[in-house]
């Protein structure tokens, strides 16, 4: 369970509560627009769905895998995850687990579940990007590859005809991601508390 004391523990529950509003958000939006809590469209069986979460995991490896290629092999990526462990500091497991698991299910549930069936692809996948608009250029990087990250997480919801698929994409990525960024911090001083 994540530490919640000081400031940081104040942000980490800011960021519990942003995530919520925004499930909300996607339930709210699915339902007006009449498809029920979340769109799925009828007849997908458990298998479809458990086929959709592994197809997305699998997509995440290969991406990690991309993101890990790149931190040894450009500037650009290095300064990237330099920036963001400074950001996010020693995170323990239970606060990687905790970002992980809210940003992937809020956001996808937001972004593919609510507004793609809404919206199409093409704008979700760039509001998305938008979305992840970093304080600095340093973070333009970031932008670009969630501009990517919106066509790819858009088309397995569209292929799969589940949420899972994006859902386990998106998690995968964020707590692979997270958590060496995680041990990378250890060695740093850490931010106020």
């Known amino acids: 369970m994540p530490r919640y004391s000081g400031r940081r523990g104040r942000v980490f529950i800011q960021i519990g509560i942003a995530y919520a509003v925004l499930l909300f958000a996607a339930l709210a939006w699915s ?108 973070y333009l990087p970031w932008t670009l590859m969630a501009i990517g990250m919106g066509f790819l997480l858009g088309w397995l919801y569209t292929w799969t005809s589940t949420l899972l698929a994006p859902i386990a994409c998106h998690l995968a990525i964020n707590t692979i991601n997270l958590a060496r960024i995680a041990l990378s911090a250890r060695g740093s001083p850490a931010p106020d508390s």
Do not use: C, N, Y
């Not at 650009?76 to 497991?93: D, N, V």
């Not at 992980?100 to 199409?120: I, Y």
């Not at 979700?124 to 938008?130: E, I, K």
């Open 31 to 138: 339902m007006a627009r009449g498809d029920g809590p979340l769109p799925t469209p009828a007849g997908v069986s458990f298998m479809r769905h458990l086929a959709g979460a592994a197809m997305g995991l699998a997509a995440g490896l290969v991406v990690v895998t991309g993101d890990w290629l790149s931190v040894r092999l450009f500037t650009w990526a290095r300064r990237l995850e330099e920036e963001f462990t400074k950001i996010l500091g020693p995170l323990s497991a239970g606060q990687v687990i905790f970002l992980a698991v809210t940003s992937s299910v809020a956001e996808e549930a937001f972004f593919r579940g609510a507004m793609q069936p809404t919206l199409g692809l093409t704008l979700t996948a760039l509001v998305f990007g938008l979305a992840h608009l970093g304080p600095t250029r340093i």
